[in-house]
């Protein structure tokens, strides 16, 4: 017995088949696969954070739009020392805003993962806003994006805190993470000096080059105009004995920035000025 099918079906069938090959994905553009590796962190960085809800961030009045999930008031913005630097040359280009009355707000994107994750320890637990964006050429190395950084950080420091009138000047800080322990002092006197002594073990923690550890806090200093003192007590990791200095120059910096009541305003110098020399 012979089945005849009606055209109108056979018409609709080829139809659909086609319609399934016009939907077939073009094969991936293999160039992508050729950028560096940091390149292409970089980018899929700034790209998953444009899909996501940010951690936060600051409008240009320097409203912070998100503090933890929950919105902040305007008060606290108001009363806010921000400082706010652009940085470019002819091997990066660096945009830093950072709020020393913040909540702890990061929002870091320098194209050096390490850097980032230090950065955020900054802003986690000195209770500052720090918003980085950085790009350099990293194909060479992370040294140049690494300085740029720290030397527009130590400026946004220093804009923010302004003549220094009723801070605490002074901040000490000892913080532990596992085995490693790190005790950092500082004072934002307007004189920059580092006294640095860490004992790294390994030459790289991931990516990152460990020489570029105090390289950032030498950078920081020049500009900001503190004395820091770092001392390595305990530890053998790598990654906690940075770690846990970023931890500690955070809270010392907290320490440091907070207004002392007692003082009404006044600058904390028997010479009457804080400037960096």
Same mark, same amino acid.
């Given at each position: $017995?012979?089945?005849?099918v009606?055209?109108?079906?056979?018409?609709l069938?080829?139809?659909?088949?086609?319609?399934?090959?016009?939907?077939v994905k073009?094969?991936? +553009?293999?160039?992508?696969?050729l950028?560096p590796i940091?390149?292409?962190?970089?980018?899929?960085?700034?790209? $998953? &954070?444009?899909?996501?809800?940010?951690?936060?961030?600051?409008?240009?009045?320097?409203?912070?739009?998100?503090n933890?999930?929950?919105?902040?008031?305007?008060?606290?913005?108001?009363?806010?020392r921000?400082?706010?630097?652009?940085?470019v040359t002819?091997?990066?280009?660096?945009?830093?805003?950072? &709020?020393? %009355?913040?909540?702890?707000?990061?929002?870091?994107? @320098?194209?050096?993962?390490?850097?980032?994750? $230090?950065?955020?320890?900054?802003?986690?637990?000195?209770?500052? %806003?720090?918003?980085?964006?950085? @790009?350099?050429?990293?194909?060479?190395d992370?040294?140049?994006?690494?300085?740029?950084?720290a030397?527009?950080?130590?400026?946004?420091?220093?804009q923010a805190?302004?003549?220094?009138?009723?801070? &605490?000047?002074?901040?000490?800080?000892?913080?532990?993470?596992?085995?490693?322990?790190?005790?950092?002092?500082?004072?934002?006197?307007?004189?920059?000096?580092? +006294?640095?002594?860490?004992?790294?073990?390994?030459?790289?923690?991931?990516?990152?080059?460990?020489?570029?550890?105090?390289?950032?806090?030498?950078?920081?200093? +020049?500009?900001?105009?503190?004395?820091?003192?770092?001392?390595?007590?305990a530890?053998? &990791?790598?990654?906690?004995?940075?770690?846990?200095?970023?931890?500690?120059?955070?809270?010392?910096?907290?320490?440091?920035?907070?207004?002392?009541?007692?003082?009404?305003?006044?600058?904390?110098?028997?010479?009457?000025v804080?400037l960096?020399?």
């Amino acid at each position: $017995m012979e089945l005849s099918v009606p055209a109108r079906l056979v018409h609709l069938s080829i139809s659909s088949t086609s319609s399934r090959r016009l939907l077939v994905k073009p094969k991936t +553009n293999l160039s992508r696969k050729l950028l560096p590796i940091a390149t292409q962190y970089c980018s899929s960085t700034r790209r $998953m &954070n444009s899909l996501t809800t940010p951690r936060a961030s600051l409008n240009p009045d320097g409203d912070s739009k998100h503090n933890n999930g929950s919105a902040s008031t305007s008060s606290a913005v108001d009363s806010g020392r921000i400082g706010e630097v652009k940085r470019v040359t002819k091997e990066t280009n660096v945009s830093v805003k950072i &709020n020393v %009355d913040g909540s702890g707000v990061a929002d870091s994107s @320098t194209c050096i993962p390490f850097l980032d994750h $230090m950065l955020d320890q900054l802003a986690s637990h000195g209770l500052f %806003d720090v918003h980085v964006r950085a @790009t350099g050429d990293i194909h060479i190395d992370d040294h140049h994006t690494n300085e740029d950084v720290a030397l527009a950080i130590g400026t946004a420091l220093l804009q923010a805190l302004g003549d220094r009138k009723g801070i &605490n000047r002074f901040g000490d800080f000892t913080a532990p993470l596992d085995e490693a322990l790190i005790h950092v002092s500082l004072d934002l006197s307007g004189r920059p000096h580092l +006294n640095y002594d860490l004992q790294i073990p390994t030459q790289r923690v991931g990516t990152y080059d460990t020489q570029l550890v105090e390289h950032f806090f030498q950078s920081l200093v +020049n500009t900001s105009g503190m004395t820091l003192h770092i001392r390595q007590l305990a530890g053998k &990791n790598s990654h906690h004995i940075i770690e846990a200095t970023f931890k500690a120059f955070a809270r010392a910096l907290r320490q440091a920035t907070e207004y002392d009541p007692r003082r009404r305003g006044t600058i904390p110098s028997s010479k009457g000025v804080l400037l960096r020399s």
